[in-house]
């Protein structure tokens, strides 16, 4: 059965202070990989998408890379701004466009 | 760009009342999904749907629940005789076609009393 776990539930980072978010998966054929954040309220908003192994994505303070069971989010120096919650979610090649989402990781960073 | 439009933002029904959530895709999109994301719990898919076709029902509870996307206005996603169970924030997501990430709206708060 396609399964997506993140870890940790939730992480509370002081300003500046770098870590990493897990997202460990189980498909049968990946399709893509895809990171959202989603604030309190709100829709998830697209982040990355990761197709192959050894792929890594960059966008400011954030980096996702994948490998062949799990794919690292890492926030470099976190700003306050970055508190939300950051969803996984992969696509299987034999499931059709759906996707499967992790729980996700609640993000708290204290100025 | 709009974005993907859906409304009302807040719905509350009594208990074994009709509720209709409408999803408006992003412009050039034509493919539109709906999940639901329950208390503590992920987004789980319900259904995929392009115009005037149901692609993938499988997520979708087999009674009182039922979507639509018609040739024109939004898609549609209709639940009869709504139960507490169903309370929960529904989302709408479009994308261009197969092998693209999705635009997720802002989503449609049922709360069911």
């Known amino acids: 059965e396609d399964q997506v776990t993140q870890s940790p539930e939730a992480l509370r980072l002081q300003e500046g202070e770098s870590s990493s978010l897990n997202c460990s998966y189980t498909v049968s054929g990946l399709r893509g990989l895809f990171w959202y954040r989603q604030d309190p309220g709100k829709g998830p908003e697209f982040l990355f998408t990761l197709y192959s192994a050894g792929e890594e994505k960059e966008k400011e303070r954030l980096k996702a890379t994948l490998t062949k069971k799990e794919s690292f989010l890492h926030i470099t120096a976190p700003k306050p701004e970055d508190s939300a919650t950051y969803l996984c979610?992969?696509?299987?090649?034999?499931?059709?466009?759906?996707?499967?989402f992790g729980t996700g990781t609640s993000l708290t960073v204290i100025p | 760009n709009a974005g993907v439009m859906q409304n009302p933002r807040h719905l509350v029904r009594r208990r074994g009342q009709e509720a209709r959530l409408r999803c408006s895709p992003m412009k050039g999109h034509s493919h539109v999904y709906w999940y639901r994301q329950l208390p503590e719990e992920g987004l789980k898919f319900m259904v995929y749907?392009?115009?005037?076709?149901?692609?993938?029902e499988s997520g979708m509870p087999k009674e009182r629940f039922s979507a639509e996307f018609p040739k024109e206005g939004p898609s549609i996603l209709r639940i009869q005789q709504v139960v507490r169970g169903d309370s929960a924030a529904y989302f709408c997501?479009?994308?261009?076609?197969?092998?693209?990430?999705?635009?997720f709206g802002s989503g449609t708060r049922l709360t069911v009393v």
């Open positions: 979610a992969v696509q299987a090649q034999n499931t059709g466009n759906q996707f499967y």
């Open positions: 997501a479009s994308s261009p076609g197969e092998n693209y990430g999705y635009t």
């Open positions: 749907l392009q115009k005037e076709n149901i692609i993938d």
